[in-house]
């Protein structure tokens, strides 16, 4: 079973998303809250595999009980399920470390997709998030650290490059296994050696830097 939980402080809207995911047959919601305080109140006794995280909400909002969550319990994975589209708040999120973002009127399918791929892959991003990191990167949307020129400049190998490269196109590790001709291990650690070198603490971050950066 995968547990799920979720923060949004919309009872119609949260008891809904409920509702629909306990139809799915290996997922089970093991606490739901109506903001980040009340969520982090009750993880000790009911801890998730996956917060599904709204931005906005009173007393704690999402994005810095996201921050506390990661500092605490490092294991969960967080989606952000947020009506916001702008881009500043997707690559917001995703610099913080977030698995996944997406948009409140996301349909059923693709929702179910997206927590099965966090769960198996360790992030997930859907047409909308890529095409908010792409405009990131064309358009250069100001930033406090300062941009590489090259993969080089961190020390990708060729082959780190190429594998970060269809990490950004959003596919999984043994898809890249496939598409390589190498084993789904040794794309892993690939992986790891790019968290490594760009410093970042998951492959959902290690994207988000490589927009940044324009290491593609």
Known sequence: MLKLAIADDHELFRKGFISMLNAVSDFEFVLEA???????DKL???IPDIVLMDLQMPVMDGMQATEILF????EIKVIVVSMYDEDRFVIHMLEKGVQGYLLKDTSPDEVEKAIRRVADEGFYYSDFVSR?????MV????TKQPFFNSASNVGLSNREQEVLQLLCDGLSTTEISEKLFISSRTVEGHRLRILEKTGTKNTAAAVAFAYKNHLI
Do not use: D, V
């Open 139 to 142: 358009n250069r949307l100001p």
């Open 44 to 46: 000790p006794g009911h």
């Open 71 to 74: 500092e605490q319990y490092p």
């Open 132 to 136: 908010a990191m792409h405009r990131k």
């Open 34 to 40: 109506s903001n980040g305080q009340e969520l982090l």
